[in-house]
């Protein structure tokens, strides 16, 4: 048995969440690493190879999953070995605490990478994508809401979505300020204005009402992560 292949299943039991302790301490073992300590998980859509940095950090690899030992830092300077090196795209875990823990750490990376939209080569932490990871762990309630929401966007030319969508993602991206909205699109404030109004009559949600506008920005993620609307 190779070393990858051995170190696959020893980390095999441990990623699927299913290890009992004594497959916790034979992977600790096998692999030279400690039962605690702090680490992070890795899903790329495609397997990679990471050369090592001479940093100290230890990667295992189980297919396209990765096992990270971190040091006193957190997982940035690991994942930016991983980008340098053309992975991606990638989700990453919170930090856990010991090897029992990387079946959580693996299914919270799972869901991080499901936040890459279409073509992308992000490896994104969970943490900055947990609303979005929500719509993307329920496909069929995201495709509902998508429809729900903006099916009449979806009739629409897709010169004529692009502007509508692209409007309203300045504006967000401009904290609701018509006026940023307007200089960032190098249109007139009241151009922004007109459209997101539009908007709002086409999907019948209010976005000075926060309960639609929380709504509209689910569905608005859940359209990101298809190809509808690019």
């Known amino acids: 048995m190779g070393r990858d292949t051995e170190a696959a299943a020893l980390l095999g039991p441990l990623l699927a969440g299913s290890a009992q302790p004594h497959q916790v301490r034979r992977a600790a ?17 495609a397997p990679a190879v990471v050369p090592s940095d001479g940093s100290g950090v230890r990667w295992c690899w189980c297919g396209e ?13 690991p994942v930016a070995r991983l980008v340098a090196a053309g992975a991606g795209p990638g989700g990453v875990s919170p930090v856990v605490d010991g090897l029992a823990e990387l079946g959580l750490a693996r299914r919270l990376a799972r869901a991080a990478l499901l936040t890459c939209g279409p073509g992308r080569r992000e490896i994104v932490a969970l943490e900055g994508r947990l609303p979005t990871a929500l719509v993307a762990s329920a496909p069929e309630l995201s495709a ?3 429809a ?30 018509v006026g940023r909205a307007a200089a960032r699109l ?25 309960r639609e506008l929380v709504e509209t920005l689910l569905a608005l993620d859940a359209l990101r992560l298809t190809k509808v609307g690019t």
Not at 30 to 45: D, N
Not at 66 to 73: H, T
Not at 150 to 176: K, N, S
């Open 29 to 45: 073992q096998g692999l030279g690493l400690p039962e605690r300590g702090r680490y992070a998980v890795v899903v790329l859509g």
């Open 65 to 77: 999953v990765g096992v990270v030992l971190l040091g006193p830092g957190g997982p940035a300077g």
């Open 144 to 146: 509902r809401l998508v």
């Open 148 to 177: 729900e929401v903006f099916g009449p966007l979806l009739v629409l030319a897709p010169a004529e979505r692009a502007l509508l969508v692209g409007t309203l993602e300045a504006w967000l991206e401009c904290g609701g300020s």
């Open 186 to 210: 190098r249109c007139h404030r009241n151009t922004v204005f007109n459209r997101l109004r539009r908007l709002e009559r086409l999907t019948s949600r209010s976005l000075s009402h926060p």
